[in-house]
């Protein structure tokens, strides 16, 4: 189910570093994946996406890894900046379900300049 | 372009008064609607979503309600709103034909004291 009672894990990073966000998925029949960006007062904005017949995408600055067999999912941020500074959350989507995803509990990330 | 619009951006009510947030979606028809809400420093928490005018399905039993009266609104109401109603509340749309990324309008904060 939702993890909306838990309270954000932290994870600060320095400029120019690589970031690595990890998000435990619960769902083995999930087959659809995505990851949103938060940024304070805001609402979540996509990032990227992955299905479940892939294990690796790659945008701009950003790759998503899958790794199915241990239901894990990460997003790398290469050369982090200040402005990646925000709640990160990763969302499944089951195939048995039609119109919702679950979200994960999100991550905090702080770039320190 | 699709665009989405929620107002007011922020609200401050007193415990037992009335509440009305909407949403709007521009520039597409018949799309799936979803209204979650965030706590400070929490996750996502999925309250109503909607596949049709009329058509609510609600998540979890609250004090909260939801209504579709046109294809493109989406209303979030509560008779008497209590304490634990404050919150980050947030409208979002995916398109009628399957697709699974939900767009998020930019939110509104309530607070209720």
């Known amino acids: 189910g939702e993890s909306v009672g838990l309270h954000l894990p932290t994870l600060s990073v320095q400029e120019g570093d690589n970031s690595i966000i990890n998000c435990a998925y619960s769902n083995s029949a999930s087959d659809y994946f995505i990851w949103y960006k938060q940024e304070s007062g805001k609402g979540p904005q996509f990032i990227i996406d992955?299905?479940?017949?892939?294990d690796k995408r790659q945008g701009q600055r950003v790759t998503v890894l899958l790794n199915k067999t241990v239901k894990h999912l990460s997003l790398q941020i290469a050369a982090t900046q200040p402005g990646d500074s925000a709640v990160y959350f990763c969302a499944e989507k089951p195939e048995t379900s039609y119109d919702k995803v679950i979200f994960g509990p999100g991550t905090s990330l702080s770039v320190i300049p | 372009s699709q665009t989405i619009h929620q107002w007011p951006a922020t609200l401050v009510q007193p415990v037992g008064s009335p509440l009305s947030l909407e949403c709007t979606v521009e520039?597409?028809?018949?799309?799936?609607l979803y209204w979650y809400r965030q706590a400070a420093g929490r996750g996502l928490q999925l309250l109503f979503y909607?596949?049709?005018?009329?058509?609510i399905s609600s998540e979890v039993p609250q004090n909260l309600s939801a209504s579709r009266p046109q294809d493109r609104q989406f209303i979030l109401s509560s008779k008497k709103l209590l304490l634990s109603d404050s919150g980050f509340y947030l409208c979002?749309?995916?398109?009628?034909?399957?697709?699974?990324?939900?767009?998020f309008g930019a939110g509104t904060r309530l607070s209720v004291l």
């Open positions: 992955i299905r479940s017949n892939m």
């Open positions: 909607s596949v049709g005018i009329g058509q």
């Open positions: 979002a749309w995916t398109p009628v034909w399957g697709g699974d990324i939900q767009y």
């Open positions: 520039g597409t028809s018949n799309p799936n």
